[in-house]
């Protein structure tokens, strides 16, 4: 039974069964009744996400490996070396503080003090340490205490158990400890993360729910207890989306991850999440993991209307400028004098205008993403097929290209010829004269290469560079004064590239870094 729309979800803190944390590190989680799954049949989780102590839930070294035990003194050690729970050295001094790879310290009591410093060593080293005192007095008692012994140990208080014994047991306790700490810790991360998590296993090829986290609830709407042991797909998915659901699920399956975008329904109607599927070990290699959903409804619906709101307006403003160039051609053909030269300027600003509408257009091109991938690019390729064409259109401007004779493919897409187009056009745009523009393909070092592109103009400000880099905010005052470089650095942010500024004394030095397509392997 799902709650009903608009209802408050359960905390999952207020749920009636345990949280089963899904690394099942240092206990056993019971699995519930499920499809595929008996009612009343267990299933036993043993994972050590540290991999150091692995310890069976009978006690420690009885179906892992030997316990690591530091032995410091005295013949207490004796049944360590026969007792196959358990891996003895012997440690002197101060090396026990700096020893990380033990899982216990056995001190054993002479009646001096150094055993005393051997204790509180380790147990400032954080490991475990028992103190094996063969005459049983107090006094020595009370410093074992006082150094932070874990256990002190007599022959009268051994009973029928041996020394190895309470090492294995101290060397358990620790480690359930340490273990009990970690689920904890990821407890708090879980329930806390304001993204949907779903910890699911694949039954007989279903995403079935065994926990979900406290924003599942917020964004789905569903109660956690009843969701437990459900199909993710029967709650989330909508019909005509189940085939597209049985893909994502045999991908997420074979890949052990994934991410789509997906759209889902709730409990106050469909919304839109970024779907990642993410695998973890289990001891059986079952097909479990997490799956997260982050909610991008609004996000989405923002790009459309932005895309909406772009289409309409380059629209209007091609309507106007056709409109104004015919007026302007007009005054120019009918006048004469000052009158002409002011229509001749007032053609210029208009077509100014209309490239900082196709400019627009680049951008927004250039900052969507979706559906665009990186694959290996020559530069050299492109970078003179810019040169050609500006040098084929602007004939007062003298263009040269240079490039190595094999030059390192980079990673970049289809808009990189835009980017340089956009550097190139900046450089010969701002110089007042005859400009002089070099494209230079060279490589840094063996993860980058750049495009470079040099020009003898009056140089890029200070301030544009500061802005265009991301050094400083925009402002009204710190804004740029066009937009070419910003399509460059937006086109090389999508794929990993950076847009650097170099310093010269005559002119601008602007490079196109891109990741060489080996660095990627």
Not at 113 to 120: E, K, M, N, R, T
Not at 298 to 320: D, G, S
Not at 434 to 449: C, F, L, N, Y
Request: aromatic share 4%.
């Amino acid at each position: 039974m799902m709650a009903p729309p608009n209802a408050p979800s359960r905390s999952l803190h207020e749920r009636s069964a345990p949280f089963e944390v899904p690394f099942g590190a240092g206990r056993s989680a019971e699995s519930r009744p499920s499809r595929g799954t008996a009612a009343g049949s267990r299933q036993t989780f043993q994972f050590d996400p540290h991999g150091v102590k692995r310890m069976s839930p009978d006690g420690a070294g009885a179906d892992g490996p030997p316990v690591r035990v530091g032995h410091y003194g005295g013949a207490g050690a004796d049944g360590l070396a026969a007792d196959a729970r358990c891996a003895p050295r012997r440690v002197d001094g101060a090396v026990v503080g700096s020893d990380a790879d033990l899982d216990c310290l056995l001190v054993d009591w002479d009646g001096h003090d150094a055993p005393a410093d051997a204790v509180a060593e380790g147990a400032a080293a954080g490991v475990p340490v028992v103190a094996f005192d063969p005459a049983g007095r107090a006094a020595r008692a009370a410093r074992a205490t006082r150094a932070g012994v874990t256990e002190y140990v007599t022959p009268a208080a051994l009973d029928d158990e041996t020394v190895a014994d309470r090492v294995v047991a101290a060397a358990a306790d620790d480690g359930r400890a340490a273990r009990d700490a970690d689920d904890r810790r990821f407890v708090r991360m879980f329930d806390g993360l304001p993204d949907a998590v779903v910890d699911a296993e694949f039954v007989d090829d279903e995403p079935v729910v065994r926990s979900v986290n406290d924003a599942f609830g917020e964004v789905f709407g569903y109660d956690a207890e009843e969701v437990r042991g459900e199909s993710i797909n029967d709650l989330l998915v909508p019909p005509e989306r189940a085939e597209e659901a049985r893909r994502i699920d045999r991908q997420a399956v074979a890949a052990g991850h994934n991410i789509e975008e997906v759209e889902r329904r709730t409990t106050r109607g469909r919304r839109t999440f970024l779907f990642r599927w993410l695998r973890y070990p289990t001891p059986d290699d079952g097909a479990r993991g997490f799956a997260v959903y982050i909610d991008i409804t609004a996000r989405k619906r923002r790009k459309r209307r932005l895309q909406v709101l772009q289409r309409v307006l380059r629209h209007n403003i091609r309507n106007e400028i056709t409109a104004m160039r015919g007026h302007v051609d007009r005054l120019a053909e009918t006048t004469d004098g000052e009158t002409a030269r002011h229509a001749e300027l007032l053609r210029d600003h208009v077509e100014s205008i209309a490239a900082l509408g196709e400019q627009a257009r680049d951008i927004e091109e250039a900052i969507d993403e979706d559906g665009r991938t990186r694959s290996p690019v020559d530069p050299a390729t492109v970078a003179e097929r810019v040169c050609r064409r500006h040098d084929r259109e602007t004939s007062e401007a003298t263009i040269r290209f240079t490039a190595p004779e094999n030059p390192p493919s980079a990673l970049a897409d289809g808009f990189l010829e835009r980017a340089v187009d956009a550097v190139v056009e900046n450089a010969l745009e701002h110089h007042d004269g005859t400009p002089t523009v070099e494209i230079a393909v060279e490589p840094v070092d063996d993860r980058w290469v750049d495009i470079v592109v040099a020009d003898d103009g009056p140089g890029i400000p200070e301030r544009e560079r500061r802005v265009v880099g991301g050094e400083t905010a925009v402002t009204q005052l710190d804004h740029g004064t066009g937009l070419g470089l910003w399509v460059a650095r937006w086109v090389l942010e999508s794929v990993d590239g950076r847009l650097l500024f170099g310093d010269v004394d005559d002119g601008a030095v602007v490079r196109l870094r891109l990741r060489r397509t080996e660095a990627s392997a």
